[in-house]
């Protein structure tokens, strides 16, 4: 412990933290220290080097608040909330895959009937989403809980709109699937959009010469009874941005065409005459008896 020096200072730090009585805390300190101890010696930081480090995640943590988790995005563009959600959810093969969540999800959504306009306030392009639910082996699953939420055609969630309360809300809604599996809704096209830009994140992005735009998507949480709650989105074919999802979220079944409808027959049996863009997608949700341990 005295005389440490490059080849052993690593030895004695794992053996400091052997002392820890907690075993998960002793395991990840000690797999954290060897880690990022190796880290180091690949790099071999100048001082300048690593004080620029420190003080990156200093003005990251400076910029976290109330309404923004510049942490939190920091994991996102490295990948490392995508890895964590790809532990955490195992699925069986034949499962719909799990996607992060997002930070623009929140509790306060109307329960609406299926078939109902969720678009609120919102202008666009007019969007009917139609989903099926399904188990493994391939039964509909009825009455889950379908929770939807999206941007409007600007890239804009409700609460960043102008004129939106605490108690509105629009392009989010929670529904039920029928007998037979299905829901759908009526809403607005959603658009791609910048993650923010202005803080540490945003300067690693444009020094590592990506783009902090994401892909037009709709976000949907489905919680089936007997089923683990997936936590996915459906997003939009052809959109630009859909190879390099700054945050890691698409999954290559996830992308699914958006056609455009000269009105027609609606999910319930009516017609409309309104133009519409329209999707379909079909979510398998897997047993609860494969969650994660």
Known sequence: ?????????????????????????????QSLVTHLHAFVRDIEPSDAEWFAAIDFL????????DVRQEFILLSDTLGVTTLVDAINHRYPSGATVNSVLGPFYYEGRPSLPNGS??????????LIFKGSVRDTQGNPVADAAVD??????????????????????AMRASLRTGADGQFWFRSVMPASY????????????????????????????????????????????GDPFVEADPVFG?????????????????PDGTHSDETHMAVEYVFTVAPAATAAA
């Open 1 to 29: 412990m005295l005389d440490v020096n490059e080849e052993t200072i690593t030895k004695a730090v794992t053996d400091a933290i052997d002392r820890t009585p907690d075993d998960r805390t002793r395991r990840i300190m």
């Open 58 to 65: 200093t003005r990251t943590g400076q910029m976290c608040s």
């Open 117 to 126: 306009d969720i678009s609120g306030k919102a202008e666009g392009v007019p």
């Open 148 to 169: 939807v939420w999206h941007s409007d055609a600007e890239g804009h969630y409700d609460m960043m709109l102008p004129g939106f309360g605490e108690d509105e809300t």
């Open 194 to 237: 910048p993650i923010p830009d202005d803080g540490p994140v945003g300067a690693m992005m444009r020094a590592t010469h990506r783009s902090n735009m994401r892909p037009g998507h709709v976000h949907v949480m489905i919680d089936a009874p007997g089923s683990q709650k997936l936590t996915t989105m459906v997003f939009v074919a």
């Open 250 to 266: 698409v999954k290559r079944e996830l992308i699914q065409d958006f056609h455009l409808n000269e009105g027609g027959v609606l």
